[in-house]
């Protein structure tokens, strides 16, 4: 673990963010959906900002560049002006690895009406150098948050794949929401093809919501693990959560084996109650016992994040579930015994990650329909919140029709419970064949959830019938 320091209109959004903190959220509805990237432009932020940039010398054999596509999207809000959203993404995915020409911000000052791109300095084609420290091929893994200042931190994971193989984990700063970002500031740089073969991937970013000054960063670095309490075990998908009182809880997938046998997995937490200096024991969540989706129809791999957590933490004082932590992920409770395949499930700690109620599977896709890559977020009045993709809607008709689903539970009710969650629709039916393919089809290995008062924002990637992959803003309020 590293810890680094350093559409509606905006009246309306902050009217309702205004209004509704610590307010009682009721039913839930999609209000609208905004596309973040790609054209039209306005109001999407328009094609790649890289399409000019030569990059025939970084392509591996027989790889292929899906220019003007957006994936892997996260997303978050400027809790000093609820009317700036900043939604960040792959730019310009290849087909031989989980890495982009460039990482982008889409930024609104409007509530998701309007989208602009600017980005950091992360790799070549986005004005990466030798100077600047981001002289890379690539860029992957992005990342974004706010302190409570309002300043912006993106991080991402930059890499060279043709010649010598260099990465590194990299962050810049915007002081004016996102309009302009700082020169990147390394946190890790490594060459990953000779030994000791370290390898950054799987970067995530946390402010501290209460101190401005207190910003930590996550990463597995392969093979070395962030955790290593055991042999021949690793970590992947840290997520870091500040608690009310400045405890840190990282929560994370333990690939855990010896020697050649089978490698089994487990999701783990660890606590720091000195800002990430030192951590405790792990600490067992769950059993991970994810399984990768597949086209139903035709058996082809669906990629995605198997058994990566997202964490959410409550920081409302008046709510009742003030301080609670929850964890989803992908994983096959619930599913078939004999034929099982991708579930949500849920769980949550009451006693800042020390205990973990049981898992639970959550999604409220048909039986025997598979669910996958979900986000979780916090209302302003305890209201909990996941997304999800499913094929619910499959039908033997050429094309695999997927839909985006938020489900929510009130924190007065008990959402270890799967009948205190109501489900609503927030997009599709698109075509996920479309998108692009990394070892299969391809939208991220996660998606952004948020939230402005208890109104929720959910920054996902879907296909079109002109476009391999786009970024869209759900906005779903009471």
Same mark, same amino acid.
């Given at each position: 673990m590293t810890s680094f320091l350093a559409g509606r209109p905006a009246e309306v959004w902050n009217e309702q963010a205004e209004v509704a903190w610590g307010d009682r959220a009721g039913p839930y509805g999609t209000v609208a959906v905004y596309q973040a990237s790609g054209t039209p432009s306005? =109001?999407?932020?328009?094609?790649?900002?890289? @399409?000019?940039?030569?990059?025939s010398g970084f392509a591996q054999s027989s790889e292929v560049n899906y220019l003007n596509t957006e994936d892997a999207p996260v997303a978050a809000v400027d809790p000093t002006d609820p009317s700036t959203i900043m939604g960040v993404y792959q730019q310009d995915q290849w087909s031989r690895s989980r890495a982009a020409t460039g990482l982008v911000a889409g930024v609104s000052?409007?509530?998701?009406?309007?989208?602009?791109? &600017?980005?950091?300095?992360?790799?070549?084609?986005?004005?990466?150098?030798?100077?600047?420290?981001?002289?890379?091929?690539? @860029?992957?893994?992005?990342?974004?948050?706010?302190?409570?200042? #309002?300043?912006? !931190?993106?991080?991402?994971?930059?890499?060279?794949?043709?010649?010598?193989?260099?990465? @590194?984990?990299?962050? +810049?700063? /915007?002081?004016?929401?996102?309009?302009?970002?700082?020169?990147?500031?390394?946190?890790?740089r490594n060459n990953f093809d000779v030994s000791p073969f370290y390898n950054n991937v799987s970067t995530s970013i946390t402010a501290d919501p209460f101190d401005s000054n207190n910003l930590y960063a996550a990463w597995s670095e392969q093979p070395r693990a962030i955790v290593m309490y055991r042999k021949n075990s690793g970590t992947y998908g840290n997520q870091v959560a500040v608690?009310?009182?400045?405890t840190l809880v990282d929560v994370f997938d333990n690939g855990?084996?010896?020697?050649?046998?089978?490698? #089994?997995?487990?999701?783990?937490?660890? $606590? /720091?109650?000195? $800002?990430?200096?030192?951590?405790?024991? =792990?600490?067992?969540? @769950? =059993?991970?016992?994810?399984?990768?989706?597949?086209?139903p129809d035709t058996g082809a791999p669906i990629r995605v994040g198997l058994g990566r957590p997202d964490l959410a933490v409550d920081l409302n004082p008046s709510s009742d579930g003030y301080g609670n932590i929850y964890a989803v992920w992908a994983d096959?409770? #619930?599913?078939?015994?004999?034929?099982? !395949?991708?579930?949500?499930? %849920?769980?949550?700690?009451?006693?800042?990650?020390?205990?973990?109620?049981?898992?639970?599977?959550?999604?409220?896709?048909?039986?025997?329909?598979?669910a996958f890559t979900p986000s979780v977020d916090v209302a302003s009045d305890g209201t909990v919140a996941v997304t999800y993709y499913d094929f619910r809607y499959n039908t033997p008709d050429p094309g695999l029709p997927t839909d985006y689903w938020m489900i929510h539970c009130h924190a007065a009710t008990d959402c270890t419970d799967p009948a205190n969650w109501a489900e609503?629709?927030?997009?599709?039916?698109?075509?996920?064949?479309?998108?692009?393919? %990394?070892?299969? !089809? *391809?939208?991220?290995? *996660?998606?952004?959830? &948020? +939230?402005?008062?208890?109104? %929720?924002? +959910?920054? %996902?990637a879907q296909t079109t019938a002109t476009d391999q992959a786009n970024t869209y803003l759900g906005v779903v309020a009471p």
């Amino acid at each position: 673990m590293t810890s680094f320091l350093a559409g509606r209109p905006a009246e309306v959004w902050n009217e309702q963010a205004e209004v509704a903190w610590g307010d009682r959220a009721g039913p839930y509805g999609t209000v609208a959906v905004y596309q973040a990237s790609g054209t039209p432009s306005p =109001p999407a932020d328009g094609n790649s900002p890289f @399409a000019g940039c030569d990059i025939s010398g970084f392509a591996q054999s027989s790889e292929v560049n899906y220019l003007n596509t957006e994936d892997a999207p996260v997303a978050a809000v400027d809790p000093t002006d609820p009317s700036t959203i900043m939604g960040v993404y792959q730019q310009d995915q290849w087909s031989r690895s989980r890495a982009a020409t460039g990482l982008v911000a889409g930024v609104s000052h409007d509530g998701g009406q309007t989208w602009a791109a &600017t980005w950091p300095h992360f790799s070549i084609c986005a004005g990466g150098n030798a100077g600047n420290g981001g002289d890379f091929q690539r @860029a992957a893994d992005p990342g974004v948050a706010f302190s409570p200042n #309002g300043d912006a !931190y993106f991080i991402g994971r930059s890499i060279n794949l043709v010649g010598p193989g260099r990465n @590194a984990v990299l962050v +810049s700063k /915007s002081t004016d929401g996102g309009e302009h970002w700082g020169e990147p500031v390394t946190l890790a740089r490594n060459n990953f093809d000779v030994s000791p073969f370290y390898n950054n991937v799987s970067t995530s970013i946390t402010a501290d919501p209460f101190d401005s000054n207190n910003l930590y960063a996550a990463w597995s670095e392969q093979p070395r693990a962030i955790v290593m309490y055991r042999k021949n075990s690793g970590t992947y998908g840290n997520q870091v959560a500040v608690l009310p009182g400045g405890t840190l809880v990282d929560v994370f997938d333990n690939g855990q084996g010896s020697g050649n046998n089978d490698t #089994g997995f487990d999701i783990k937490a660890i $606590r /720091s109650t000195d $800002r990430g200096a030192t951590w405790s024991a =792990p600490i067992e969540v @769950a =059993p991970e016992r994810a399984l990768p989706p597949v086209d139903p129809d035709t058996g082809a791999p669906i990629r995605v994040g198997l058994g990566r957590p997202d964490l959410a933490v409550d920081l409302n004082p008046s709510s009742d579930g003030y301080g609670n932590i929850y964890a989803v992920w992908a994983d096959s409770l #619930g599913s078939d015994k004999k034929t099982p !395949y991708s579930t949500v499930v %849920f769980t949550e700690s009451t006693d800042g990650g020390l205990t973990w109620s049981t898992l639970v599977k959550v999604n409220q896709s048909p039986a025997g329909v598979q669910a996958f890559t979900p986000s979780v977020d916090v209302a302003s009045d305890g209201t909990v919140a996941v997304t999800y993709y499913d094929f619910r809607y499959n039908t033997p008709d050429p094309g695999l029709p997927t839909d985006y689903w938020m489900i929510h539970c009130h924190a007065a009710t008990d959402c270890t419970d799967p009948a205190n969650w109501a489900e609503n629709h927030v997009a599709g039916s698109f075509d996920i064949e479309q998108a692009p393919n %990394f070892r299969g !089809y *391809y939208l991220g290995e *996660y998606e952004g959830l &948020t +939230s402005i008062g208890t109104t %929720f924002l +959910s920054f %996902f990637a879907q296909t079109t019938a002109t476009d391999q992959a786009n970024t869209y803003l759900g906005v779903v309020a009471p």
